[in-house]
Each structure stands twice: as structure tokens, then as C-alpha cells.
């Protein structure tokens, strides 16, 4: 991962001239004045640990697997919000850990666990630093230093179960990694998120990520039967059975914990067979109004496709549901919804048609298949075109949020007009990019000139939105997880005595609160 950006930095590329017109005309975007950071520009505070504590960590995963150079602790320095970048390109590497530990197996992880306990010495799982949402920066005071725990050497398909349908997987494993050895079995999670190329199945699991064939396959949470979790009092071996009546169910206390509960070491998987065709094809509603009714109908009724997403009348006259064409379509062009299906060619053929005769029924007019497989190209390229815009002077974010079907217009509403109060004149685009039953999911991305103190700008804007979406009855998160940006929404959503549950469990698992610190909770 580029340090100060998204992804592979051959994949950056600079705006258009057009486009950076279309920006200037629009939105008053100019051209920072300074330059980003180069990667030895970044500012290190001098490591903190001791060399005793340093000599006791490699005693346990192996001297050679811990770090504390300079690039390793830059590159595990915050996650990718735009926040973390902007801090980045100013070369500010203040929550840089004070070292990078890489265990190779579950006993090493709880060694690791109780050391940092009986030292005070914070702990940071770390998967494939993707999290938005502030969910790796620790809280270093109390504490004698931060570990960033990379996982990166727990990356093995341990077993697979063909007649149960599940797998076994180690949380180090990429997505694309993890796809690639179950394919030699013929099988697919089905899971594939924007983040898909860079995030890890134990960030996706703690995070409760959300992928974009959702409505198919359903949450990464649905996924998961069973998991091995290490913490500083001992292993957690969690799911005997798909469902069970044997009390709370513990894996939901893991699941979305983001590493402030315990390390997950291992996760069984329910997983499925790879399909043998996939369709995708473009529909257009003309208005977000109409488009979202015949989503709701299609996940009410069915036939149900595997992949489901409407963007709105900007999202879709700016194009960016296909960021890697970038330009738009007509202003009159209504609202871009993709339909996707997977699976046997005969049955795909069958959702295909019903699901067509559904949603031109409601008005949807049929675009053909090119709008799908233009989707499916670009689907993991917006993080790129967010780069590109914040080195043209842009600040660009998104939020996201859920609601039950009937309060999803009052939602989207007060987002929007929160983001336009706090912001002057922005672009707010937004789509619907998972669909259930009783509700939906509303994404939003946004854009606008950056001010004499972006950071500053976006912190005010964020505050704003997370207001609305408290107010108006939505989530503070429905796949991007809580983190440090989240957590006193989070508190406000969940209330005093949901968070004092929490404070029970952490304080019962991490009686010395050393893992990730300052997220989820205070």
C-alpha cells in the first residue's frame, strides 16, 4: 500500500486538465500551496520502548519480526481516511508505532498479548491498513508504547469442509489471497468490498464489512461460524455450530470489536461454489425516488440479484459509479442503478428475466450490459480518483449509514443538507449499495474546495453529518465500522448502558486495556 495514499501508486494518476476546469468552475478548487510530503520528509517521535521490551518481543516471534525502522513504522502509521492522508502528505508521523510485530501462529499472538499487558505496552491489530474511520491510532497515554500487531504471517487456508460448505482461514489473508485458494476448491466467499485488493479477512471480520455482491452473498458477518480469538486472559474458541440456543452469542461480541476485545486467529467461514456465469447490466430510474422503490420491491418480493446498487441524480450525472470513466453522463440522465447475478447460467437466466420484468414494471428503462461490466472494471477505483483529487486541492470523503426503508428519505435528506450547512456549496453524491428486507444502506461521497485548513474543515463537516445521521434515526455506521471518528455517535446510538456493557467486556478480556485503545470506546 502507498504509504501517504491508496493502493499501488502505478495506479495514481493525475486529474484531466477538463476535469480540473470542471473543478475550478464548480467548486473554486485550486492547487495546494505546498507540495505533499515526500516518504523521508514524514516526522517520527523517537521510539519508545525500551530495548528490553524490544528484546523480549523478537524473544518471542523471532528477532527478525520486529520492527521499528523507519519504513515499517510509516507504513503502519494510521489507516486511509482522508483525515490520516492529509496528516500524512504533511508529513506528520506522529502516531507512527513504536515497533511492528509479526506473529506467526496463535501461540505466539497470546505471548505477545500478555507481554504488552505486563509492560503497559498499547496493541494494534493491524491487517491490511485499510480502516477510514480512525481505527488505528491507539491512545498512547498510560501506556509505555504502541505495537502495531502485523498479521500478515497468519496466511493459510487451514482446512476446508465440502460437505459442511466452510473453510477455515487464518486472519492475515488478503482478500484476493483468500479467493485464489479457495478457488482451487472450487469454492468463493462471495466478499468482495471496494477494499478487496488491500484489506484481510480478520479486518473485514472485525470491522463487520460489507461487500458488494451483499444482497448474493449477504455481510462478511453472515459468514462467519466460528472463530479462535486471542486476548491477555486466555483463547476464545467461539462457534460449535451454525446456530445455536446456548445463551448470547459470543461471536457477535467479537465481530465488530475492532481489536479492542481480543486478536482473531483463525475464522471458519461459510463459503459457497464459484459461480459458473456473472451478468451485470445498467437500468435507469428517473429519480433516486423511483429507483429506490423498485429496489425495495426486488429485495421484498424478489427474485433478488446478487449484486443491487442505485446511485442518485449527481452520483449519476458525474459518473462516479464508473470512476474509471469519469466525465458523466447527461444532466437529464435520472439515476444509474446495476443489477448483478451469479451463479448457474440457467438460474441466472431466471432471476435475469424476472427480475427485468420487475424493474421495468416500476419504470426502469433497460441499458444493457454495459454499464454493468463498466461497474464492475472501475469498482475498486475510487480510492485512486480520491488521491487524485486531494493533490488538486480537493477534499473528498465519504460517509455512509443505514436505515429501515421508510425513514431512508428523511436520511438521506438531513445528510445532505447538514453536509451543504457545514460546507457552503459541496458536491454530495450518494448511492444505495446494500439492500435488505426492511432497509438500506446510504453512501455518500462528497467533494469541495479545500479551505486554509482541511483537517479543520472536514472535522466540522463529519461532526455535522454524524449529528444528522443521530437525529434522523440512522446508524453511525453500516460497514465502515466505529474507530476513533465514530465513537461518540456510537455512544449516542447505543446509549450509557449499552456502553457500560461494553466497558464490562473489555475490562473482563483486557483487564489492563492495552488492546487498541481509544477506539470503539473511551
Request: proline content about 6%.
Amino acid at each position: 500500500m502507498l504509504w501517504s495514499g491508496w493502493g499501488d501508486p502505478a495506479k495514481a494518476a493525475e486529474l484531466p486538465g477538463p476535469i480540473r476546469g470542471l473543478l475550478r468552475d464548480m467548486l473554486g478548487v485550486h492547487a495546494p500551496a505546498t507540495p505533499a510530503a515526500r516518504f523521508g520528509d514524514v516526522r517520527l517521535p523517537p521510539v519508545a520502548l525500551s530495548s528490553t521490551v524490544l528484546a523480549e518481543l523478537g524473544g518471542i516471534v523471532g528477532a527478525d519480526h520486529v520492527r521499528s525502522d523507519d519504513d515499517a513504522r510509516i507504513r503502519h502509521t494510521r489507516g486511509k481516511s482522508t483525515p490520516d492522508l492529509m496528516r500524512m502528505r504533511a508529513g506528520d508521523g506522529s502516531d507512527a508505532p513504536d515497533a511492528v510485530v509479526l506473529p506467526g501462529s496463535h501461540a505466539e499472538v497470546l505471548e505477545l498479548l500478555r507481554l504488552c499487558a505486563a509492560h503497559r505496552v498499547a496493541v494494534v491489530p493491524f491487517g491490511g491498513g485499510t480502516s477510514v474511520v480512525g481505527g488505528l491510532v491507539a491512545a498512547r497515554h498510560g501506556f509505555a508504547g504502541v505495537v502495531a500487531l502485523d498479521l500478515a504471517r497468519l496466511n493459510r487456508l487451514i482446512s476446508v469442509d465440502a460437505e459442511s460448505m466452510t473453510a477455515e482461514l487464518e486472519p492475515g489473508l488478503r482478500a484476493p489471497q483468500a479467493e485464489r485458494l479457495l478457488a482451487g476448491h472450487g469454492l468463493t466467499l462471495g466478499h468482495f468490498p471496494q477494499s478487496f485488493e488491500y484489506a484481510t479477512l480478520g479486518g473485514f471480520a472485525a470491522a463487520r464489512s460489507s461487500g458488494q455482491a451483499s444482497a448474493g452473498y449477504g455481510r462478511f458477518d453472515d459468514m462467519v461460524v466460528g472463530l479462535t480469538v486471542a486476548t491477555p486472559r486466555g483463547t476464545l474458541e467461539l462457534g460449535r455450530a451454525p446456530k445455536s440456543a446456548a445463551g448470547p452469542d459470543l461471536r457477535q461480541v467479537i465481530l465488530g470489536s475492532e481489536g479492542t476485545f481480543g486478536v482473531i486467529t483463525s475464522l471458519r467461514l461459510r463459503v459457497r461454489r464459484a459461480p459458473a456465469e456473472r451478468v451485470y447490466e445498467g437500468w435507469r430510474f428517473a429519480s433516486f425516488a423511483a429507483g429506490s422503490a423498485a429496489l425495495r420491491r426486488l429485495v421484498q418480493d424478489g427474485p433478488l440479484p446478487t449484486v443491487l446498487r442505485l446511485s442518485d441524480e449527481t452520483e449519476t450525472m458525474v459518473g462516479l459509479a464508473r470512476p474509471g470513466e469519469l466525465g458523466g453522463l447527461a444532466a437529464d440522465a435520472g439515476c444509474l442503478a446495476i443489477a448483478g447475478y451469479e451463479g448457474d447460467p440457467a438460474e441466472v437466466a431466471l432471476r435475469r428475466e424476472g427480475a427485468a420484468a420487475v424493474l421495468s414494471g416500476l419504470g426502469g428503462v433497460p441499458l444493457g450490459t454495459g454499464p454493468g461490466e463498466s461497474w464492475v472494471h472501475g469498482r475498486y477505483s475510487a480510492p485512486y480518483l480520491r488521491d487524485s483529487l486531494l493533490a488538486a486541492g480537493a477534499t473528498v470523503e465519504t460517509l455512509e449509514t443505514a436505515g429501515f426503508w421508510s425513514n431512508l428519505p428523511r436520511l438521506y435528506d438531513a445528510v445532505r443538507l447538514s453536509l451543504h450547512a457545514s460546507l457552503g456549496s459541496p458536491l454530495v453524491m450518494c448511492h444505495v449499495s446494500h439492500v435488505y428486507g426492511t432497509g438500506a444502506s446510504l453512501y455518500f461521497t462528497v467533494v469541495t474546495a479545500q479551505s486554509g485548513d482541511p483537517l479543520a474543515q472536514w472535522e466540522t463537516a463529519k461532526r455535522s453529518a454524524s449529528e444528522a445521521i443521530v437525529t434522523a434515526g440512522g446508524t453511525i455506521s453500516h460497514h465502515h465500522g466505529v474507530g476513533r471518528d465514530h465513537r461518540e455517535a456510537y455512544a449516542a446510538e447505543i446509549g450509557d448502558l449499552g456502553v457500560e456493557i461494553l466497558r464490562g467486556v473489555k475490562e473482563r478480556l483486557d483487564p489492563e486495556g492495552v488492546l487498541n485503545p481509544g477506539v470503539l470506546m473511551t
